[in-house]
Structure formats: C-alpha cells, structure tokens
C-alpha cells in the first residue's frame, strides 16, 4: 500500500513531477512561478526547436508576426500579458522570450516546422459519459519535454485579495496553463488536443492564450461562448467537462474563428433513443489530432488514424479502468497510443496521463503507462 500524503489539497506519493503552488494578483504569480521553473524554462530556452526560432525572430518578417500576436494578446487578455511579464521577471528571461514560448506553435507552423514527416501530434482523448462518469488524456511530447514540464497549482487574487481564479493545471517551461490539461474550482476539467490546420490566422491570438482563458470560466458554455467570439491563430481541440453541470463536450476550434460542439451524450438518456430505425448516439467519444466534424484542411496525421483504429477495437469504455488500458495500448508497435519511444514517431513520448473520475472526484496523474502503473500524484476536483 503507498503511504499518501495530503498536501495543500494534494493527495501525493513521491513524484518525478514538479508541483508549483502560488498565490496572488496575475503578476505576482506569474513571477512565483517563473523563479520556482527557472530550471525547465532555461531547459525549454534551450531546445532545438527554440533555437531555430529565435533568429526567425530577428527577420523582418518574423518581427511582424510576433508583434502582432502580441497586440493582439494585449488588446484581448491584458491579464494574461501581466503572467507572462511576471513569468519573464521571476525567471531572468525577457518578456519577449516567454511570450515566444506562448506562440510557439504558431511561429513553427509559419516556419514550416510543423510540416515535417515526423513531426510531433499531440495527444489522445478519451471520453466516457457512462454511469460512472471519466475521461483520461496522454499528454505527448518530444522526449526532449520530460524535464521541461510540471503541475501548477494556483490562486489568483485582485488587488482587493477577492479570488479570481483557482486551477491546476499542466504546464510546460515558460506556462502557468499549457494547452494539456487541467481543472478549476468551478468544478470545469480540461483537455486539449493539437490540430495542425494549414492556414493561420495571424490577425488571432495564440491557442497558448485562448486555452488559458478557460481556466477562469465558471461553466461549459462560457468555454464555448469565449471560442466562438476570440479569434485563435491556430488550431485546435479542447474537451471540456464538469462535475455540476454533469456534461462533456468536445470542442473543435479552426483559425479562421469556425468553432465545433460535439455534445457527449450521458448513458442515462440511452433509453430515449431507443426509437425504431435510429441509433443510439455513443456515451463515449475519442478524439487526437485531426477535425471530426470540422472541414477545415489539416496535415495529416497517420498516427491519428492508427491510435483512432485501435481505440474501436476496444468494447465501450464505462469505468476508469477500462481507459486506463486503452491510453496504455502498446500493440499497434509502428503508432502506439501510449507512445515509449520505440514506434515510427519516435523520439516522442507520452509524458504524462490524467484520468479524470468525476464520481469518485479525483484527478490522478501517471508518469508511467497507466495500465500497468500507479499515479504519481492525485489531486481532489472541485
């Protein structure tokens, strides 16, 4: 049996992951967390593909994109520009190398970076709206990621100290929310996925930014509400559900501002659909890294298309268990669903697993194949 320990909400055995607990006005916990990640954003700062990037920015014309990302940041989430100013100011990078980190998925894909046969496609959903509500996310990455993340567990408070938000989240050096996972004391739990479209919209704001604007929402449909007025520059799938509202959704955002709501039916309405010559609509959804209802074109993804094959061969997913196996498939040995770094895509790894039970309130995090680990961390949902 693993001796729990309960700390600050967290129910936690030893971890390889970093949690990061801060508290304050927007600035003030953007700049807890930068110094407390100093060492994952110097590590993210150095990777390969950042390093290509910082002399696009140098151009003329990468000079033009990055501005404009930023004004419209300011314009839209002045908030937001005051965490990563904090985050610039706690870990000795400028302001200008943190927002990079925000917007670097859309710089590689003006680059072209993200067009390449072995390109990075992040990550696996699994919905199940059964009896007894969960849902479980594999967080990928180039293995170069392993020490570049941690867990951040913060409260955000006004000049007044009134609560403005509360979350915890995933995050990669340089984030406070990355586009992974999360949840927040509205009792809203988070996942994302990467879609690569092949048009951007430079006049948007980087999906770094618009994801994080769902840890402040109170309900489902103010998540929906707030991607069908902001205008992402990429691409995008967000799942969103709640443990008071009893929902999933799956939420498809295109660059263009073309947004997709995919309503996961509950288990309980099965016998409402029980109507001659129709089928009931699936309790469960899967989704990865390309459009399922929307048309906007995307590169493709042939380990999307594997992952998805496997996931069908599987019975309806009901209980957490039975995602914990799926995430942790290993047989298709070319484009597994838990990535080892053994397959085609390899150096790309799972990094990290959330399951999320909504009876049993729990978010529980593996840092190893969730079908035949433990988690490394569980944390109570609102």
């Known amino acids: 049996m693993i001796p729990l320990l309960i700390l600050l909400g967290l129910v936690s055995c030893v971890t390889s992951i970093p949690v990061y607990t801060a508290e304050g006005t927007h600035y003030e916990v953007g700049k807890i967390i930068g110094r407390a990640a100093q060492k994952e954003i110097a590590l993210t700062m150095a990777n390969p593909t950042i390093q290509k990037i910082i002399p696009f920015l140098d151009t003329p ?36 190398n943190i927002f990079m980190l925000f917007a670097k998925s859309e710089i590689e894909s003006f680059m072209g970076l993200r067009d390449q046969p072995n390109r990075v496609e992040h990550c696996t959903d699994i919905l199940a709206n059964s009896y007894t509500p969960c849902w479980g996310h594999n967080e990928d990455g180039d293995v170069y990621d392993r020490d570049t993340t941690y867990i951040t567990n913060v409260t955000i408070v006004s000049s007044e100290g009134e609560i403005i938000d509360r979350f915890v989240a995933f995050a990669y ?24 479209a092949k048009k951007l919209n430079y006049y948007g704001v980087p999906g770094q930014i618009t994801n994080r604007a769902a840890y402040s929402a109170k309900t489902i449909d103010e998540v929906i509400n707030a991607h069908a007025v902001a205008r992402s ?40 659909y029980q109507i001659p010559g129709e089928v009931a609509e699936p309790f469960y959804y899967f989704h990865m890294n390309l459009y399922k209802t929307l048309t906007t074109p995307c590169l493709p993804s042939e380990s999307s298309i594997h992952r998805l ?35 085609v895509d390899a150096p790309y790894v799972t990094l990290t697993t959330v399951l999320y039970d909504l009876v049993g309130m729990t978010a529980s995090i593996y840092d190893k194949n969730p079908k035949t680990s433990s988690p490394v961390l569980v944390f109570p949902l609102w």
């Open 173 to 196: 050096g340089g984030t406070i929310a990355a586009d992974a996972y999360g949840f927040n004391y509205h009792g809203l739990v988070l996942s994302e996925n990467a879609i690569d």
């Open 61 to 96: 014309t990468g000079k033009q994109i990055f501005e404009g990302f930023y004004i419209n940041t300011v314009k839209n989430y002045p908030q937001y520009v005051d965490e990563i100013r904090g985050l610039a100011d706690g870990s000795g990078f400028t302001l200008e």
């Open 309 to 343: 094959a496997r996931l069908v061969t599987y019975a309806p997913p009901t209980v957490p268990a039975d995602i914990r196996a799926m995430l942790g498939d290993t047989v298709d040995k070319e484009y597994p669903i838990y990535r080892d770094g053994s397959g």
């Open 233 to 272: 520059a990429i691409g995008y799938n967000l799942n969103v559900g709640s443990t008071r509202e009893n929902r999933m959704v799956n939420i498809e955002v295109d660059p263009l501002g073309i947004i997709s709501v995919h309503e996961v039916p509950s288990q309980f309405d099965e016998p409402n």
